[in-house]
């Protein structure tokens, strides 16, 4: 049975350019990068190579760039950081942020490190930017705010610059959760006030267990993984070489690529939401589905029914690869923090199901999916 593949916001498949760079790493090109001999330094400059490379395409010094076991470990790294040597006592937050963000925090808060605030959403899922001016001006203690550019299950975009502004203004200090926008938009750090964002390569067609930390030059801190002397002494543990190598060329080739994909991608978004208004007019749409949001990810609520209470299961029957939420929990029956935000005080009579795209999709895979729903809803 041929399968359609409509979770790209959880994963990607590994491009094969990605693969023949990341191969002689796997193989013959395979010292250690901390060995001295021929071997080693080998290794050792095709990774500050691949560091060149990411910081050319986020307009970052390479010196800022540090690879990381994925975007998880970056974010604890950046919150540990904020709150353990930048001096922050008070976190700013939003109820829909990804677990590795709430479930940090949240672990801070427990143990005394720092009090913890939420930021109100909009009534279509956005950062209430008034409240988060208020948040920050009522803050008696240095603050970190921690908001993604972009939440992974319904879409919504923030504007990374304009809260930026908002945080030098109370000098606070900032990072963003920007897993589902690096590989997917341009960055330009030099001119955007962020201290630290964090990237994933498998969600751009990169490999999987190899991400990056952006730490601003002009912050300080210390390792989170204590050992070696690997990235600069600040993240010890032998260096994922061919992790490294493949995300610096997946990175490079979704920038290559962002003009023609995003455009592309964003055309089947649309084609999908509006077959699904025109076939089943009691669906809606989570999010800002039509406004700001990833080209890449459709967010859609069907009615509850005896029939589509078991929508997810039977797609899955039927070959279709989709999900309730983030895959970090897809495995829960509960519904999903970010959906429950959404619709808080109000009625959940609904199945929300995620459809996220990537340059692999295609129009009729669309038109199957939505036949086989006429059938299943």
């Known amino acids: 049975m ?25 193989t013959e090109k395979f010292g250690n990068p901390s060995s001295i001999y021929s071997y080693g330094r080998e290794t050792k400059m095709a990774i500050e190579n691949a560091r060149k490379s990411v910081a050319k395409t986020l307009n970052a010094n390479p010196g800022e760039i540090f690879f990381t076991s994925g975007g998880t470990e970056s974010t604890n790294a950046a919150i540990t950081a904020a709150t353990r040597d930048l001096g922050c006592k008070h976190i700013i937050t939003s109820p829909i942020e990804h677990h590795a963000t709430l479930h940090t925090v949240e672990h801070m808060a427990h143990f005394k490190h720092a009090t913890l605030s939420y930021v109100k959403l909009t009534d279509k899922g956005h950062i209430d930017m008034k409240h988060l001016e208020e948040l920050l001006a009522a803050s008696k203690d240095k603050t970190l705010v921690t908001l993604m550019h972009a939440n992974n299950e319904i879409g919504n975009i923030m504007d990374i610059k304009a809260v930026g502004e908002l945080c030098k203004k109370y000098d606070a200090i900032f990072h963003s959760d920007t897993v589902q926008t690096v590989g997917h938009y341009p960055f330009d750090l030099k001119n955007t006030y962020v201290h630290f964002i964090n990237g994933a390569g498998h969600k ?7 991400g990056i930390l952006y730490v601003n030059e002009n912050v300080t801190i210390k390792p989170y993984i204590n050992g070696g002397a690997q990235e600069r002494n600040m993240r010890a543990g032998t260096e994922n070489l061919y992790g490294i190598i493949g995300f610096a060329k997946a990175l490079e080739i979704a920038t290559a690529r962002y003009e023609q994909d995003s455009t592309a991608i964003r055309e089947l ?9 025109q ?3 009691g669906i809606g749409f989570n999010g800002d589905t039509f406004g700001n949001s990833l080209y890449t990810v459709l967010n859609v609520s069907f009615p509850m029914t005896e029939r589509s209470d078991m929508l ?6 039927a070959g279709i690869c989709v999900s309730g939420g983030s895959a970090c929990t897809s495995g829960a029956n509960s519904l999903s923090h970010v959906i429950g935000a959404l619709y808080q005080g109000q009625s959940m009579d609904i199945v929300p199901i995620r459809f996220s795209f990537s340059r692999h999709n295609t129009k009729e895979e669309i ?10 809803v």
């Open 367 to 376: 038109d199957a999916v939505v036949e086989k729903l006429k059938e299943l």
């Open 2 to 26: 041929s399968r359609i593949y409509f979770d790209n916001a959880a994963t990607t498949a590994l491009d094969p350019d990605v693969l023949e760079v990341m191969m002689p790493f796997l």
């Open 312 to 317: 997810l299961f039977n797609l899955d029957m």
């Open 269 to 277: 978004k649309m084609y999908m939401a509006d077959k699904l208004q």
């Open 279 to 281: 076939t089943f007019p």
């Open 204 to 210: 751009f067609n990169g490999p999987k267990g190899v």
